[in-house]
């Protein structure tokens, strides 16, 4: 059989989300083995530990299909771009995915303290920060709702940065990084790129 490009993938993960949506519980393997023992995930999802946005039941997946590296408000680290590299060099991984959703505490949290100064979540302040400076050099945002949106493409564009292997997979045209809009009311994603492709000089 032969393996699911990148493109053929995202069609077949907004498929599994609509029947997510749908409320159906049929799982795809998008073309990882069968066998459970097997570890060759075609997709990484980049998500936040919002337990509302479980990665691969939200996109239709069934275990072992789904590489997932989640913290809150999809904030990238190293440890994160080391886990992403490992997907990709190591298990075969194609497509990665930015999966944002509405109504992110983290995003709300990191857009507070971006306009007030002061975090309103001390807890979460270490961060937070981190995503408010994000939203500070990316030049800000209107509102909450477009700092959810600004601060998916900051990861994507942290993901390029910081993961040496899946920057050079894209320029050689061997994997593909979508970014995505997660809806708990409405169960639907939206895409908010297919391919982010990194800035010429970037390599
Ligand atoms: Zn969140």
């Known amino acids: ?13 907004l498929d599994g989300n609509r029947r997510w949506a ?3 519980s049929e799982r ?26 479980p990665p691969a039941a939200v996109l239709g997946a069934a275990a ?18 080391a886990g992403l590299g490992f997907a990709m060099t190591t298990l075969g991984t194609r497509l990665a995915i930015v999966l944002a959703h509405e109504d992110c505490r983290a995003v709300d949290a990191a857009y507070t303290e971006y306009t007030t100064g002061a975090p309103p979540n001390l807890a979460l302040a270490p961060l ?6 994000g939203l500070y050099r990316a030049g800000g945002a209107a509102d909450v709702q477009e700092a959810i949106d600004v601060n998916a493409r900051i990861t994507a564009q942290n993901l390029i940065t910081q993961c040496a292997s899946l920057r050079q997979s894209i320029i050689d045209g ?6 995505m809009r997660y809806s708990p009311a409405t169960r639907r994603v939206t895409v908010l790129e297919e391919s982010v492709v990194p ?5």
């Open 22 to 24: 749908e409320g159906s």
């Open 174 to 179: 061997n994997a593909q990084l979508a970014v």
């Open 1 to 13: 059989m032969t393996a699911l490009t990148a493109p053929q993938l995202l069609e077949r993960v």
């Open 28 to 53: 795809d393997l998008l073309g990882a083995p069968s066998d459970p023992l097997e570890h060759q995930p075609p997709v990484a999802v980049i998500g936040c530990s919002d337990a509302r946005v």
């Open 64 to 81: 072992g299909a789904i590489f997932t590296l989640r913290l809150p408000g999809h904030y990238v680290d190293i440890p994160v771009a």
């Open 128 to 133: 937070t920060g981190s995503l408010a400076a």
């Open 199 to 203: 800035h010429a000089g970037a390599v």
